[in-house]
């Protein structure tokens, strides 16, 4: 079975552009969520999404939006970049119901 | 409400040297606890996971101890290896909502 995919890996913007990154669960996994991760604030959750509905959001101001389509597959958006969104996005899938997530490689976003 | 403490880095040893990683977690219920790994540049692998007091979870000679009465579930490795050289990241599942809490994560070094 295929693993959570993330593209693009690797994404150069620019401030005030806004940008959207694309995950795609596990087949059968209706649940994704979204975590930045950085060197200095570590692993920090942004939201999450089961059958098309956001179930919980982390402490992100409002440039920061996601939405899941009936196929499971997610994407989030950072509008209005700023130099402090440069970061790992990590998605992560699980199973209704299970209590295990599974993570994909991750999009490096480096803002200018 | 719910949180992990996990052993700060980062932390170097010799090959075949013992490893522990401390984490301690506070939650109203019992959660599953887990272990994951980041290789440099990927996103993070289950490595293992407990789901009940006093479960060990094990994979690749890792192991780990889901204690109640600690509130701990510290990471061990009898002899660790070149290739064990990674961040660690200990991470509360989901307890009453449906969040994961992660540690901020632990470097390890291995050198020959």
């Known amino acids: 079975k295929a693993g959570v995919t993330q593209t693009p890996r690797y994404l150069i913007k620019t401030r005030g552009q806004q940008v959207t990154l694309s995950c795609s669960p596990i087949s059968g996994h209706r649940s994704v969520s979204w975590y930045q991760q950085t060197p200095g604030q570590g692993l920090q959750f942004l939201f999450e999404?089961?059958?098309?509905?956001?179930?919980n959001k982390g402490n992100f101001p409002g440039r920061f939006s996601g939405r899941q389509f009936s196929n499971s597959r997610s994407e989030m958006n950072v509008s209005t970049l700023e130099l402090g969104d440069s970061a790992l996005y990590l998605c992560?899938?699980?199973?209704?119901?299970?209590?295990?997530?599974?993570f994909g490689p991750g999009t490096r976003l480096t803002v200018l | 409400g719910d949180s992990v403490t996990q052993m700060e880095g980062p932390v170097t040893l010799s090959e075949e040297a013992f490893l522990t990683i401390n984490c301690t977690y506070t939650?109203?219920?019992?959660?599953?606890l887990f272990w994951y790994v980041q290789y440099p540049g990927e996103g993070l692998q289950l490595l293992l996971k407990?789901?009940?007091?006093?479960d060990k979870g094990s994979n690749k000679g890792f192991e780990a101890t889901y204690r109640k009465e600690t509130t701990s579930f510290h990471l061990e490795k009898g002899s660790v290896q070149v290739s064990d050289s990674a961040v660690y990241f200990c991470?509360?599942?989901?307890?009453?909502?449906?969040?994961?809490?992660f540690g901020t994560g632990t470097s390890l070094t291995v050198i020959p």
């Open positions: 407990a789901t009940k007091a006093d």
């Open positions: 939650a109203t219920g019992y959660p599953s």
């Open positions: 992560a899938s699980k199973l209704a119901g299970q209590d295990t997530q599974y």
């Open positions: 991470a509360l599942g989901p307890n009453t909502g449906n969040q994961f809490y």
């Open positions: 999404y089961f059958s098309e509905t956001q179930r």
